[in-house]
Each structure stands twice: as C-alpha cells, then as structure tokens.
C-alpha cells in the first residue's frame, strides 16, 4: 500500500525542512510506504533549498513542485495532481506529527470503515504566551472522540487522511475561487455531499509551532475577518441574518468585556469579525484585500 503526504508551504524554509525530518521518522509496521510532495506556493521559490537539504538526509521520496500564483487552493491541487499513491495525508507545514501519526490514521480509517480520517492540531508555543491567549484557549481546537462522525463544519486540512479514490476525475479538487482561506471546508462539504464519510481520530495529533507573531490580538484578528469573507461562499440567508443581528449585539457588548477580562474581550472581538468579515464579503467587500494570504 502506498500512501502520500501532500504539504503546501509558503515562505517557512526552516518549518518544513524540520517537517520532512520528522516524516521520515514514520513507524509504518511494514503496511506502507511513505511518499512525500512539497508544493512551495512561492514564485520565488523560497523553500527549494530546505527541501532538497532535507530530502537528501531521508529514505523516502521526496517531490518538489511550485505554485507562484499565490492561492492556496491552487497549491493543494498541485500538490494533489504530483502525488501518487493509495490514500492522501495532509499537514501544514508548520507542524510537526508523532512517530505514529500516518499508521494510527490510517487504522482509523480501516476500522470505522470511512473513506478519511481527521484528527487534533495541538499548540507548541515558541515563547510563553501572553496570559489572555491561554486563559482564552484561542490556540486550541475541537476534538471529539475517536470514531465520531463529522460534519463538513468541522472539517480542515491540518491534519487528514483519505481514499485518493475520491478525487478520481476530480480536475480541480480544491475551488480555485477560495484563493486565501475556506478552500478545505468547501472541498469537504462538497465530498460528503456526495456521500463521503470522514470520521475523527483523538490517536494522530499533530503538534502546531505557534511562533510570538501568531499570539499578538492583530493577527486573531485578522484571521477572523478573512475566515468571515470567506464564508460569504458558503453563507445561506439564515446565516447572513443571523450576523445582522450578530454584529450590533456584539459592538454592544464589547465594552462591558472589559470588566471580566481581556481574554473575554478578544472572544467578543473575534465573533464581531466573524460575522464582520462575512458581511462585508456578502456586500462584495474585501476588508483585508483580495491578494492576503492568510497563514493556516
């Protein structure tokens, strides 16, 4: 059985050479084997020198492709086109699996008899973090247990598992449209839609390096209003009322925030963007413009 890892990295050289280090460490029981495709979303091919240092100290292959229009739905779909194999992992390129990350996915997958698995994306601070981010858990994700099966809101690509059957004769699996964030939900509401299975895995986490500039307020920030923008693609009349009504709630509230700390007030602020965000996407506004990039 073979099996691929996809990973799509733009401008963190010394991430994915430490990535590609680590999958070289995979325990496979003899089951599989391990292929690996890199997909710099860079044109000025900022990660080809890490890749290749790091390639040449491993046992598995490694493939190195580029994307230089700056989509990230693009890049997965490269990154998918170049890869071969049974089933289809992807990880971001600033995390870091356990020794058993594929083998346990993979498992998972085979006794819950579903065509893909997910499973947890847990924080590595570089530095300590300021006191309202942990108090807030902005960096810590849902998890379920084992063998639950998900809904397509639950879905990312940080860290799954699939049949490569699925995206048989699919040209563009990933909508090119989703050029900067949302990509991956849409691709999963689309396959299980279809009939796709995807269950949950509390075995196979990874470990995200969450460096200081991703613990300032600006940047939660930020991502919630591109997450908003985004979702005006997937916004249904129910959901657009219900941020219309969402918003001055929110603005009303925000101030009273401050009396039960500052780990309240980002929460409040970051729902206010959500909703925010997803508006003004609806009203054909792009709050941070339309070429941001932003970093899963």
């Known amino acids: 059985m073979k099996l691929c890892v996809c990973i799509c990295t733009f401008r963190r050289p010394h991430m994915i050479k430490a990535l590609l280090l680590k999958l070289g460490e995979q325990e496979t029981a003899g089951e599989f084997t391990i292929s690996v495709v890199v997909t710099d979303n860079d044109s000025t091919r900022s990660a080809e020198a890490a890749v290749q240092e790091a390639a040449a100290a491993l046992s598995i292959p490694v493939l190195y492709t580029v994307e230089p229009d700056q989509n990230i739905a693009k890049a997965r779909n490269r990154a998918v086109l170049a890869s071969t194999g049974d089933y289809i992992a992807f990880i971001d390129d600033d995390e870091l699996p356990e020794r058993d990350w594929l083998l346990t996915a993979l498992h998972a997958c085979q006794a819950h008899g579903a065509d893909g698995v997910l499973a947890p994306v847990r924080p590595v601070f570089e530095h300590e973090p300021p006191s309202w981010l942990v108090k807030g858990r902005f960096c810590e994700r849902p998890e379920h247990p084992t063998g639950h099966v998900l809904d397509w809101r639950e879905t990312r690509t940080g860290n799954v598992l699939f049949h490569r059957a699925l995206i048989a004769g699919m ?50 920030l930020k991502r919630a209003l591109l997450r908003g923008q985004n979702e005006r693609k997937l916004a249904n009349l129910a959901s657009i009322g219900k941020s219309l009504v969402a918003v001055p709630v ?46 899963p």
């Open 171 to 220: 040209a563009e699996p990933f909508a090119p449209a989703y050029g900067n964030g949302g990509e991956d939900t849409d691709f999963f509401k689309r396959l299980m839609a279809a009939g796709a299975t995807f269950v949950w895995c509390n075995e196979a986490p990874v470990h995200e390096v969450v460096p200081s500039a991703r613990c300032e307020r600006r940047y939660f």
């Open 250 to 295: 929110y603005l009303f509230m925000l101030p009273f925030m401050f009396l039960a700390g500052q780990h309240r007030v980002m929460h409040y602020a970051i729902r206010l963007c959500d909703h925010a965000g997803k508006l003004a996407g609806v009203l054909g506004f792009r709050p941070l413009g339309k070429k941001y990039i932003a970093q």
